[in-house]
């Protein structure tokens, strides 16, 4: 008998459909295989720094806005009801792994026909025809495809729970990246307005010299158009302030206008920034959006399992036990001579689908080479950002620097046109220049800090939400 199992089981094995000559052909890429550029390194590192890293700035108008975007932005909390969508799927894809039990009770009264299976004087009777039934099914999963599917879904779960938290940081940055504007904003419109006066004292003294035979048309003239472009900007500044005000509403889920006004100014803009020694690339890797498709692709594995399942026999077991009874006793279905019992092995087994089992396991097989490229260009595309971060934080160094020696500059100059304006060896319009310019230099350099806080919020978000705390050149 046993030989007999064996070559019948073999014989059954031998006329199931073959997958043959069907598998995926992509793999993911290793960063040992990358082309880095400096700082970045496949060094190993130590664990990466959780937490938020707005707060490092100890902003507490920014600490608000972001904590208000978490709790209330409307695509974030899409992101959040997918992962639970994803997690109650993931409990009915593991269900077939435990036996499935059911009971069931049925009452009612029946008339039997007197022209069919029943002779009088059963035949032609009007009776109770009751039942009870208790049935257990258990499927043996002899090739896995149970255990992969209920795997695969759980996959899915980190898939959704990394989506969710890819969400919240790629919010928490263009939040970040919209107060830094408009802090920014605020602070050029604030020496708009300083150099706003100068003009207007330009002006003024022009007109006085003007009555005086002391100048011409053409100084007033340019007087008075130099003060009406800086009317211009401060009307497109308060325009920008108001829009990017708007836009924080819209982040934080609180409609189109800010509960709480902002304050007007902030030192966020002379928080000193610093570019990173090095960065593991690692993180970058272990970004969100990037474990998010690293996942897919172990989801996609799973589902070719169970495909390739679907191949070979599986045997389900069914057992029953229940009482069945058609007779004028409405409890005649629970007596004893009325047990209904048995237990049905159920063996199906695929022998010609017309193609569909092949085809889907060459649609699983291409899904997961789909999945692996997703990956592999998830991780360029990550890593492209955290260098382009590091780029601009360079570059932004040395603007710094320069922004800071013009500055000086500018401030010498102006201590040089005061000192003369004192000794009587010039009139007042060196001085009003000499502060417009400073104040024009001032705006380039607010600009520059700006937008090296900026990069560093790229930084921030493309490695994951955390920086080193080893620092190299300052700006």
């Not at 390194?41 to 490092?56: E, L």
């Not at 990037?290 to 589902?303: K, L, M, P």
């Not at 389900?316 to 409405?330: I, P, Q």
């Not at 201590?415 to 009003?432: D, E, F, I, K, T």
Request: proline share 5%; charged share 15%; aromatic share 6%.
């Amino acid at each position: 008998m046993r030989w007999v199992l064996i070559g019948g089981f073999s014989f059954l094995l031998g006329g199931c459909i073959s997958p043959e000559g069907i598998a995926p052909h992509a793999h993911l890429t290793p960063l040992s295989e990358l082309s880095l550029a400096a700082p970045l390194t496949t060094a190993t590192a130590a664990a990466k720094p959780a937490g938020a890293w707005w707060q490092d700035w100890h902003d507490p108008a920014l600490n608000q806005l972001i904590h208000d975007a978490l709790a209330h932005n409307p695509s974030l909390a899409q992101a959040r009801a997918r992962l639970a969508e994803a997690m109650g799927q993931a409990q009915v894809a593991g269900a077939p792994l435990a036996p499935q039990a059911e009971a069931s009770l049925q009452t009612g009264l029946a008339h039997w026909s007197e022209n069919q299976f029943f002779p009088p004087p059963f035949g032609g009777s009007t009776t109770w025809n009751n039942g009870l039934n208790f049935s257990l099914r258990y499927s043996l999963d002899l090739w896995g495809k149970n255990r992969a599917q209920a795997q695969g879904a759980i996959d899915q779960t980190r898939v959704a729970a990394n989506q969710a938290d890819a969400a919240a940081l790629a919010l928490s940055q263009a939040v970040a990246h919209e107060y830094l504007r408009l802090v920014a904003i605020r602070a050029t419109l604030a020496l708009e307005q300083t150099r706003a006066g100068i003009a207007q004292q330009i002006t003024a003294i022009e007109r006085a010299r003007l009555a005086r035979g002391l100048s011409n048309d053409d100084a007033l003239l340019a007087a008075e158009q130099a003060e009406q472009a800086i009317q211009a900007r401060l009307v497109q500044g308060r325009t920008e302030a108001d829009l990017a005000e708007q836009r924080l509403a819209v982040l934080t889920g609180v409609g189109t206008a800010l509960r709480q006004p902002l304050p007007e100014h902030t030192a966020l803009l002379r928080t000193p920034w610093a570019m990173p020694a090095s960065v593991p690339a690692a993180w970058v890797a272990a970004r969100p959006d990037v474990t998010a498709r690293r996942w897919q692709v172990a989801a996609a594995a799973e589902g070719i399992t169970v495909a390739r399942a679907g191949f070979y026999p599986n045997i389900d077991l069914t057992a029953y036990l229940g009482g069945l009874a058609a007779s004028n006793s409405f409890l005649a279905f629970l007596q004893p001579g009325s047990i209904n019992l048995g237990i049905t092995p159920a063996l199906t087994l695929p022998l010609f689908d017309g193609g569909v089992l092949r085809g889907t396991l060459a649609a699983r097989s291409a899904a997961y080479d789909a999945a692996v490229a997703d990956y592999n260009d998830s991780l360029l595309t990550a890593l492209a950002q955290t260098s382009a971060a590091l780029t601009a934080l360079k570059h932004g160094a040395e603007q710094h620097a320069l922004a800071e020696h013009t500055e000086t500059l500018a401030e010498r100059a102006l201590a040089q046109a005061q000192a003369r304006y004192r000794a009587g060896l010039s009139n007042a319009l060196p001085v009003l220049a000499a502060e417009d310019h400073l104040a024009a230099v001032q705006q380039t350099a607010l600009a520059v800090n700006s937008h090296g806080l900026d990069a560093l919020v790229a930084l921030y978000t493309a490695v994951g939400g955390a920086l080193p705390t080893d620092a190299g050149a300052t700006p």
